[in-house]
Nanobody
């Protein structure tokens, strides 16, 4: 089993920045082969895809609403994935979750919740106007 723990959430004003981290522990020997992603869930809404990164870090993917503002990255030596969030907007307010997928080694990472194998507990991000 792999455990994922997010950190770095908080409250900021619109236009501000936050950097989320997701640290993996447990059976992390194959962490470097997993695709990783960030999802978010606002109150009363379904969990939605935000960004993903291939196992190598060579390719990244973003939902349209965060392109140009968010950057996903990873450090396989530290078993950690990051989400740098700039120019934050009130509509970015949500609980942010990181997730790991064991299967998409050759293709692009998936964007659907049910395709991910491991999840963190989430970290709250609140953006005020």
């Amino acid at each position: 089993q792999v455990q994922l723990v997010e950190s770095g959430g908080g409250s900021v004003q619109a236009g501000g920045s936050l950097r989320l981290s997701c640290a993996a522990s447990g059976r992390t020997a194959r962490f470097s082969s997993y695709a990783m992603a960030w999802f978010r869930q606002a109150p009363g809404k379904e969990r939605e895809f935000v960004a993903s990164i291939k196992w190598s870090g060579s390719s990244t993917y973003y939902t349209d609403s965060v392109k140009g503002r968010f950057t996903i990255s990873r450090d396989n030596a530290k078993n950690t994935v990051y989400l740098q969030m700039n120019s934050l907007k009130p509509e970015d307010t949500a609980v942010y979750y990181c997730a790991a997928d064991r299967s998409s080694f050759y293709g692009p990472p998936p964007e659907r919740v049910h395709e991910y194998d491991y999840w963190g507990q989430g970290t709250q991000v609140t953006v005020s106007s």
